[in-house]
């Protein structure tokens, strides 16, 4: 079955830096990424996701990449704000299986 | 999107007890998940529950230990048989609107004394 690893475990920035979390996927079947931001005792909310037909994503300061040959995805944060502080889950699934496997999750903190 | 209801959202239960949690969405989803998110950790898919069959349960779960019902496109339990202390954990569900995309309940936190 797919097995997702994400890097690194936690990350801590200074406001206005750049963040970037890392995952690697083994399931050559999986065809859709999505990134969920889980606050502290809130639900986990999709951010942004990316298909398998598509390289690169972008969504304000959130961009997501793809490497489908190297079965590796990453998540960009740029001039990230406190309110980025989270804890930050990547995943993979074949959405013809509809099973979505989560990462580690990547625990950010922001500081002012 | 959808908006998804839990119940309990939280409880503290007995060891050896069992304890229904409830799922209801506003609209009508063919596949309900359930995920299992202990302290601090990941998100462990338990199991996928289709309206009219039987769950597919995940390695490391079984039926007997989580039962499930599907009574119905919006609607669905997990029950958790038997607590221990390691069942002790958040219990969320969740329905796929556009395909692959999540939306989860707010969770149940089950604390198993």
């Known amino acids: 079955g797919e097995n997702v690893e994400q890097h690194p475990s936690t990350l801590s920035v200074q406001e206005g830096d750049s963040a970037v979390i890392k995952c690697t996927y083994s399931?050559?079947?999986?065809?859709?990424f999505p990134w969920y931001k889980q606050e502290l005792g809130k639900r986990p909310q999709l951010i942004i996701d990316?298909?398998?037909?598509?390289g690169e994503k972008k969504d304000q300061r959130i961009a997501v990449t793809l490497n489908k040959t190297a079965k590796h995805f990453s998540l960009h944060i740029t001039e990230t704000q406190p309110e980025d502080s989270a804890v930050y889950f990547c995943?993979?699934?074949?959405?013809?299986?509809?099973?979505?496997?989560f990462g580690a999750g990547t625990r950010l903190f922001v500081k002012a | 999107s959808a908006v998804i209801s839990q119940k309990p959202s939280r409880d503290i239960c007995q060891r050896g007890t069992s304890l229904t949690i409830q799922c209801q969405v506003d609209?009508?989803?063919?596949?309900m998940f359930w995920y299992r998110q202990q302290p601090g950790q990941s998100l462990t898919l338990i199991a996928t529950?289709?309206?009219?069959?039987?769950?597919?349960?995940e390695s490391g779960f079984v039926i007997d230990k989580f039962p499930i019902s599907r009574p119905n496109l919006t609607f669905s339990t997990l029950t958790v048989s038997n607590m221990s202390p390691e069942d002790s954990s958040i219990y969320l569900c969740?329905?796929?609107?556009?395909?692959?995309?999540?939306?989860f309940g707010e969770g149940s936190r089950l604390t198993v004394l």
């Open positions: 995943a993979a699934s074949d959405t013809g299986g509809f099973k979505t496997i």
């Open positions: 399931d050559s079947a999986s065809n859709y």
């Open positions: 990316i298909r398998s037909n598509v």
């Open positions: 969740s329905v796929e609107i556009v395909a692959g995309e999540l939306f």
């Open positions: 609209s009508q989803v063919t596949m």
């Open positions: 529950a289709n309206q009219g069959s039987e769950a597919t349960y």
